[in-house]
């Protein structure tokens, strides 16, 4: 069994030990195993579209973000910033996507769960997904952009990802145990590295050049109040991950800040419907990934309804 921060010193991790040195290192960021052979096939049929393989990248954090990292890219981005997947995917093109999920798919890092933090490959997945959706439907009902919103949930654990591997290369024995929102491990890694996964997290997507707008939030994820500029989409990433959390392990969070709530212009009423409506998409989705072989689904995408055959890897 590994050890758990209260029985480390303080001095255990370097006090010159700084978010920015930690995702200097990081070498890959794991993507969700289920999603990638089916973008992958997706590639493969010249009938498929790009609003096709939108809709299956906006599913996988890894290679979201390594899409959105491409489209901004000096050879890509010709002066102009991308801030959405659609975007991203539109500009770096067909050939390009499919060379990204042929490497991802050929990494055995992307099937790695997060052992410091004691989460399966398949649950940081879930997070993912679970809280871009809810930021997304939060983000309908105030002047935000979805797109946006929707990204900075599918992203905002990429500090745990960080965070884990440097942990796992210094520290191996060690444990992360989640407390209860809002604060989960951030308490624990404040006390044993002086910063949290969320600050590791913005100092990764600046290193990627994510704009602030994007990893502000995520560095203010568990204190929104604290950022004047970034508050507002700070709080939306916190009310999303409550959302998160209830939607799949149940009604046993406490109930979200009424502070936080009014901030995003959300009452606790519809707090719950969004639980309820985060549940439900979340079922779809796993009903169309973990599909039995030969087994159809209708799925809806920008260009129309259309039959999707989903393959049992």
């Known amino acids: 069994m590994g050890k758990s921060v209260s029985a480390l010193s303080p001095t255990s991790v370097s006090a010159r030990t700084t978010p920015e040195d930690i995702v200097r290192q990081l070498t890959h960021l794991p993507s969700a195993p289920r999603v990638l052979p089916k973008l992958k096939r997706l590639l493969s049929d010249s009938n498929s579209s790009l609003h096709e393989v939108v809709d299956l990248v906006r599913l996988d954090p890894g290679i979201a973000a390594r899409v959105l990292q491409i489209g901004n890219s000096a050879y890509y981005n010709q002066g102009l910033r991308c801030y959405t997947v659609d975007e991203a995917v539109h500009r770096v093109g067909y050939e390009q996507i499919y060379q990204l999920v042929s490497n991802a798919v050929a990494s055995e890092v992307l099937v790695r769960p997060l052992v410091v933090y004691q989460v399966e490959a398949d649950g940081l997945w879930e997070n993912a997904i679970a809280c871009a959706i ?136 519809r707090a719950k419907q969004l639980v309820e409506a985060v549940r439900a998409e979340l079922g779809r989705i796993r009903a169309i990934l973990g599909a039995a072989e030969s087994e159809r689904h209708v799925m809806g995408f920008p260009s129309g309804m259309r039959e999707v055959v989903a393959v049992r890897d």
């Open 134 to 269: 809810a930021a997304e439907m939060i983000a309908a009902g105030l002047n935000i952009d979805r797109d946006i919103a929707y990204t900075i949930g599918l992203l905002h654990q990429v500090g745990m990802v960080a965070v884990n591997e440097w942990l796992e290369r210094s520290m191996p024995q060690l444990r992360f145990t989640r407390g209860a929102l809002p604060l989960e491990t951030c308490e624990e890694e404040r006390r044993l590295l002086g910063f949290h996964n969320g600050e590791a997290g913005a100092a990764l997507l600046r290193l990627w050049d994510f704009p602030a707008v994007m990893s502000e939030p995520v560095r203010w994820q568990y204190l929104p109040a604290a950022t004047a500029a970034h508050g507002q989409l700070a709080s939306l990433l916190n009310l999303a991950k409550w959302i998160r959390t209830v939607a799949i392990e149940g009604d046993g969070a406490r109930p979200p800040d009424e502070r936080l709530l009014r901030k995003v212009a959300i009452n606790t009423s």
